[in-house]
């Protein structure tokens, strides 16, 4: 009888950790931003908005949804698509920072991105300095901030 139950433990074991295996395998979905942070520099407060795409990864092994994107203040907003993304596929989010509707100085944003991943959240930052004064435009695209 001991052989017997030692014989079905050694044949059990390694079916054991094949169903661990098979769990680590069928995770759902993961998300991984490709940065976790964006830093504007220096902008002038009264010199229109900002934008930045922010991109992320499906990693995981069920199509990722993002279900909402909070952020922490009005003068961020964030524009996503809610259509799931394939397994290894990119998505994007747009972000837009609106300087006027925030104090002059430097800043530090959050953006909460809540989705279907196993995570449930993961946690974007923007940050810069707001310069007060008017645009004034010269060559090559750049901005020079006259006081």
Request: glycine fraction near 8%; hydrophobic fraction near 40%; include cysteine.
């Amino acid at each position: 009888m001991k052989k017997l139950l030692i014989l079905l433990f050694v044949m059990a074991v390694p079916l054991f950790a094949l169903r661990a295996e098979e769990r680590e395998k069928s995770v759902g979905a993961v998300i991984r931003l490709l940065e976790t942070h964006h830093n504007f520099g220096d902008v002038p407060r009264r010199g229109g908005d900002l934008v930045y795409e922010l991109h992320y990864r499906n990693e995981g092994s069920v199509p990722l949804v993002l279900t909402r994107v909070v952020t922490s203040c009005s003068c961020l907003k964030a524009h996503f698509h809610r259509r799931p993304v394939a397994v290894g596929d990119e998505g994007v989010i747009r972000i837009v920072y609106e300087p006027q509707k925030s104090e002059p100085g430097t800043f530090s944003k959050v953006i909460q991105i809540y989705s279907n991943a196993e995570s449930g959240r993961v946690i974007f930052t923007v940050q810069g300095n707001s310069l007060e004064g008017p645009r004034v435009k010269i060559k090559d695209d750049k901005v020079k901030i006259k006081n």
